[in-house]
C-alpha cells in the first residue's frame, strides 16, 4: 500500500464533478461537518456510552464520547502526517497533509451504527437471532438466498455495531440520495476497523460490513489500493489489511474510553480522589509524577487536580502512538503489523493503561447503575425486535399494520423479501435512541399513553 494512493478525496455515490470555487474548504473537512450537522450525530447524544444517561451529573453519552475520540484523532493524525511529511518529503505534495481532518472525521463516526444501551442492545439483537425468539427464522435459509441467504443470517446472528457503521454512511436508503453520506474514499475506509464479513467474525461477534454493503467495502478497498489479505476457493477477496488510519482511529478511541471511563467513575465517587490520582499518576517515572503533583498544587481544587493528570496522561498516551505508528509504518503499509498501537507502547504506558482497564472491569462495569441499563436495555431491544420482526412476517395481520405504522418510509419493511424486511427492522431500531426505545416500549406495553 502507499500514501498516494490511501488518501483519496474521492466520495463514494459521487462522481468528481468540479467543486464550487467559492468553497474553501477540503474535502476532508466537508466529510467533518457532513456528519457533525447530520441527524444521525444528533441522535447520539441520547444514546448510552457506559453509565445511564445523566441526572445532575454529566458523565459521557456516545455523542460527548465522539467528539473527544475525534479531537485526539485530529492531533493523532495532524503529528503523524508532520513525522511522516519529515521522512518523505515527496508526500508534502500530497493530500496526506489531510490526514489530520481525516481521522477527526471518521472518529466522529466511528459510534454511529450503534443501537440504543451499546453493548447490552448489540447482544440483544445477536441472541434473539441465534437462541431466542428469532431463532427459528433459520428455516427460511435457502442455498439461493430467495427468501434469506447464509451469509444474512451470520450477519443477523453476530450482529455489531461497527458493520452497522458502514452501512449507515454508505446504504442508499428509500428516497434518500445514492451513496448514504457520500463521504470521502479514505474517510470511509478509516472507519472499517474490521475489514472482512461477518462469516470470518468467529472469534468474537465483531466485523466491517454486512453482506448488502460488501460490494461497496471492496470498491474502496480496490480503489485505495487496500491490500487483500486471504481470498476464498473462487478467488474473491474476503479478508483486507486495514487502512492504515484505523489504526490512528482505533488509538482514539482506546485512549478516551478507557481513561474518560476511569474520569467518569471518580464523577460518580465510584473511585475516590486517592484512587483516581494513583491511576493517572502511574502513567509517569516517579519524578515526573512528582513534578506534576506539585506543578498544580494540594491547595487546588480535587476535581480539577484529577482533569489535569487526565489531560497529561492523554496528551503522553497520543505522543507515543504518533511514534508507534510512525517507527512501524512499513509494517502497516504492508498489512503485516499485528495488534494495536496501544499493544506497543512502552512498558510503563502499557502497564498503566491495562491496570486502568483492570479497574474498569471490576469496579465500573460491573457496578448497579451499568448493569442495571443492560438489563432493562437488553429486554426493551428484545421485546422490540420480536414484536417488529413478528410484524414482518406477517404484515396483513391489523396489529402488524399499527406497529409497521411506525416506521418510516425510508426503512424497508414491506420489501418482497424476507431478508430486506429483517435489516430494516435492524436499521429502524439501531436509529433510535435510548430514550425513544424505552417511549415506544412503554407505549406497545400499554404503560404510558400519548399526552393530548
Known amino acids: 500500500m502507499n500514501w498516494q494512493t490511501l488518501i483519496s478525496s474521492r466520495r463514494y455515490g459521487k462522481s468528481n464533478a468540479p467543486r464550487p470555487l467559492e ?69 508534502e505534495q500530497t493530500e496526506i497533509t489531510g490526514m489530520g481532518a481525516i481521522v477527526s472525521a471518521a472518529c466522529l463516526a466511528h459510534d454511529l451504527g450503534n443501537p440504543p444501551f451499546g453493548h447490552s442492545g448489540e447482544r440483544a439483537i445477536r441472541t434473539f437471532f441465534s437462541e431466542g425468539e428469532g431463532s427459528p427464522l433459520r428455516r427460511y435459509v435457502s442455498p439461493g438466498g430467495q427468501e434469506l441467504s447464509e451469509q444474512e443470517w451470520l450477519d443477523f446472528t453476530r450482529f455489531d455495531g461497527n458493520a452497522n457503521t458502514f452501512r449507515l454512511l454508505t446504504h442508499r436508503f428509500n428516497g434518500r440520495r445514492r451513496g448514504g453520506f457520500v463521504m470521502t474514499y479514505a474517510t470511509l475506509a478509516a472507519v472499517v476497523k474490521y475489514p472482512y464479513g461477518s462469516e470470518r467474525a468467529v472469534a468474537k461477534p465483531k466485523f466491517g460490513f454486512f453482506e448488502p454493503e460488501r460490494h461497496t467495502y471492496l470498491t474502496i478497498a480496490r480503489e485505495l489500493g487496500i491490500e487483500c489479505l486471504e481470498a476464498d476457493a473462487a478467488g474473491l477477496s474476503v479478508r483486507y489489511a486495514r487502512h492504515p488510519l484505523v489504526y490512528l482511529v482505533e488509538a482514539a478511541d482506546d485512549i478516551c474510553y478507557e481513561i474518560m471511563d476511569i474520569e467518569d467513575a471518580h464523577k460518580l465517587r465510584l473511585l475516590s480522589d486517592e484512587q483516581t490520582a494513583e491511576l493517572f499518576l502511574a502513567f509517569f517515572e516517579p519524578g515526573e509524577a512528582s513534578r506534576l503533583t506539585e506543578s498544580y498544587g494540594y491547595e487546588t481544587d480535587t476535581d480539577d487536580r484529577i482533569v489535569y493528570y487526565r489531560s497529561c496522561v492523554i496528551n503522553a498516551l497520543e505522543r507515543a502512538c504518533v511514534r508507534t505508528f510512525v517507527e512501524h509504518e512499513a509494517e502497516i503499509l504492508a498489512g503485516t503489523f499485528q495488534g494495536s498501537l496501544i499493544d506497543h507502547l512502552p512498558p510503563r504506558l502499557l502497564g498503566a493503561y491495562r491496570h486502568c482497564e483492570e479497574v474498569a472491569a471490576t469496579r465500573i462495569y460491573r457496578c448497579k447503575e451499568v448493569t442495571d441499563v443492560d438489563l432493562a436495555g437488553y429486554r426493551i431491544i428484545y421485546t422490540l425486535l420480536s414484536l417488529f420482526t413478528d410484524a414482518v412476517l406477517y404484515p396483513a395481520k391489523a396489529y402488524s399494520q399499527l406497529l409497521l405504522a411506525q416506521v418510516p418510509s425510508q426503512y424497508e419493511v414491506h420489501h418482497p423479501r424476507l431478508g430486506h424486511r429483517l435489516m430494516a427492522v435492524l436499521d429502524f431500531l439501531s436509529g433510535m435512541t435510548d430514550i425513544y426505545a424505552l417511549d415506544l416500549y412503554r407505549k406497545i406495553n400499554g404503560h404510558s399513553l400519548p399526552s393530548v
Not at 450525530?41 to 445511564?52: C, G, H, L, Y
Not at 454529566?58 to 502526517?81: I, K, M, P, Q, Y
Request: hydrophobic letters at 35%; charged letters at 25%; proline letters at 4%.
Open 23 to 91: 468553497e474553501r474548504r477540503t474535502e476532508f473537512q466537508r466529510d467533518y461537518d457532513r456528519l457533525i450537522f447530520s441527524a444521525a450525530f444528533r441522535r447520539m447524544q441520547n444514546k448510552t456510552q457506559v453509565f445511564p444517561l445523566p441526572g445532575s451529573i454529566f458523565v459521557h453519552n456516545r455523542l460527548t464520547h465522539s467528539l473527544e475520540v475525534s479531537s485526539v484523532g485530529r492531533s493523532l493524525g495532524t503529528d503523524v502526517a508532520r513525522e511522516l511529511v519529515r521522512l518523505h518529503p515527496g508526500l
